[in-house]
């Protein structure tokens, strides 16, 4: 399938979504949040896949929204024009397949918001981090939803009512992102990191994932009740069963397709 603001191609059992908006720094536009969201869907359903990485084209990976399109909405548009460009937020989260955040540079406002929704986020030396829309007269409330899960009450809102920009080390030390790599080993290192993720059982690492956002916001008790249940379901199932056997017998596992 074409698309108009991504490419999107695969290696071996990773999906690669690159933001294609290079001479606007990747901002996004409604079209934008449109393919990515049915991208992520399409590679979902894919049953080769079992990790995806985004990343950016050119000097940023994602300036934010594009304010170009903010004009001349009613009330109601203008919602639903607000639900599109946070829905990526919702979609990672109900994925069972892990996505990976590469970021490049510059990564603010909306940028953020695609690093806080990844599942796992590696950074380039030299990569920037903020919540800027205050800095318009605006505010991130969507990147403040996953911001604040992050880094807590008053980090968040620090962050959000100033706008001050962070760099990838002060990303790191909060929690919003995993790793911080020299920029030419950044394509290298998140290759690696999303094979390694996919050597595991497809199955564990998808009930697993899925099993995690449902318990995050659970009372205690009322989490350990629901990854038991999870838990007891994946013993069952013939991935586990080879795994246990492929480690008292000292082999590799061999996985069964999704």
Request: proline fraction near 2%; include cysteine.
């Amino acid at each position: 399938m074409a698309y108009t603001t991504l490419l999107v191609r695969k290696n071996e059992h990773i999906g690669i979504i690159t933001l294609n908006r290079p001479e606007n720094l990747n901002t996004f536009t409604t079209v934008m949040a449109q393919e990515i969201n049915r991208v992520l869907h399409d590679l979902e359903q894919d049953a080769e896949i079992r990790v995806i990485i985004i990343q950016g084209k050119g000097k940023a990976f994602c300036a934010g929204v594009d304010v170009n399109e903010m004009n001349g909405k009613n009330m109601v548009e203008r919602l639903n024009w607000v639900n599109l460009m946070g829905q990526l937020s919702l979609t990672i989260a109900s994925m069972g397949k892990p996505v990976i955040a590469s970021v490049q540079d510059l990564a603010i406002a909306n940028g953020t918001g695609i690093v806080l929704a990844a599942d796992l986020a590696i950074a380039a030396e030299g990569a920037r981090f903020g919540t800027t829309a205050v800095n318009l007269g605006l505010f991130c409330m969507g990147p403040a939803v996953a911001l604040s899960r992050h880094v807590g009450k008053k980090k968040a809102l620090e962050m959000l009512l100033t706008g001050d920009i962070i760099d990838a080390e002060q990303a790191k030390q909060l929690g919003l992102i995993n790793k911080v790599v020299p920029r030419e080993e950044l394509e290298t290192e998140t290759l690696q990191l999303a094979q390694k993720i996919a050597a595991q059982s497809p199955l564990a690492v998808q009930m697993g994932k899925k099993s995690f956002y449902k318990m995050c916001d659970l009372e205690y008790a009322k989490a350990y009740e629901l990854v038991n249940h999870h838990f007891a379901i994946l013993c069952s199932t013939e991935d586990a069963q080879e795994g246990v056997n492929a480690f008292l017998e000292k082999r590799t596992p061999q996985w069964k397709m999704r």
